[in-house]
T-cell receptor
Framework: DVKVTQSSRYLVKRTGEKVFLECVQDMDHENMFWYRQDPGLGLRLIYFSYDVKMKEKGDIPEGYSVSREKKERFSLILESASTNQTSMYLC????????????FGPGTRLTVL | AQKITQTQPGMFVQEKEAVTLDCTYDTSDPSYGLFWYKQPSSGEMIFLIY??????QNATEGRYSLNFQKARKSANLVISASQLGDSAMYFC?????????????FGQGTELSVKP
């Protein structure tokens, strides 16, 4: 079974803090994605990575950065958290050569106070 | 631009009845893929069904079937014999362009409630 794990299910941070959201997949997938989910907006892509140390901006990258030092791990970083970044964050992975199913982690619900 | 539209924010269905969740899409790419995901209250995204743009037949997976009407650009999900465990948020998604890693473009979602 493909497994995508995220470091926290729930996270509460204060405005201005640096926040790290970690995602790990165990299926040797080349492609990894970070999405943000907000009510009425569905999921929107923040960043994706198609290889180690490679990253590309998605649709809403402002206020976020990412890091992929190892193939299995893709980190989302909020340099200075703001209240409008309160949201559900979902990580996903997909093998290269297949443009089909993406496998999702359980999500991290982040609250910024 | 590619876009997915789900016009039903919420729906109710009686247990054991069938229900159709609507999804329309817009793309100029001749090759695309359409997905449905289920998200229970626990938050995880569960893949349900996939339809490729060149697939001749409508996709089916157990109680799930995708009513693919290419000319109308619609990809409705049909759930037969609804169960209480089907209560969840349902998202329609389209595979985006290859130069964006094949990202998924999601609709707004439909919240389905199954009544006993």
């Amino acid at each position: 079974d493909v497994k995508v794990t995220q470091s926290s299910r729930y996270l509460v941070k204060r405005t201005g803090e640096k926040v790290f959201l970690e995602c790990v997949q165990d299926m040797d997938h080349e492609n990894m994605f970070w999405y943000r989910q907000d009510p009425g907006l569905g999921l929107r892509l923040i960043y994706f990575s198609y290889d180690v140390k490679m990253k590309e901006k998605g649709d809403i990258p402002e206020g976020y950065s990412v890091s992929r030092e190892k193939k299995e791990r893709f980190s989302l970083i909020l340099e200075s958290a703001s209240t409008n970044q309160t949201s559900m964050y979902l990580c996903a992975s997909r093998p290269s050569g297949s443009y089909n199913e993406q496998f999702f982690g359980p999500g991290t619900r982040l609250t910024v106070l | 631009a590619q876009k997915i539209t789900q016009t039903q924010p919420g729906m109710f269905v009686q247990e054991k009845e069938a229900v159709t969740l609507d999804c329309t899409y817009d793309t100029s790419d001749p090759s695309y893929g359409l997905f449905w995901y289920k998200q229970p209250s626990s938050g995880e995204m569960i893949f349900l069904i996939y339809q490729g743009s060149y697939d001749q037949q409508n996709a089916t997976e157990g109680r799930y079937s995708l009513n693919f009407q290419k000319a109308r650009k619609s990809a409705n999900l049909v759930i037969s014999a609804s169960q209480l465990g089907d209560s969840a948020m349902y998202f329609c998604a389209m595979r985006g362009s290859y130069n964006q890693g094949g990202k998924l473009i999601f609709g707004q979602g439909t919240e389905l409630s199954v009544k006993p």
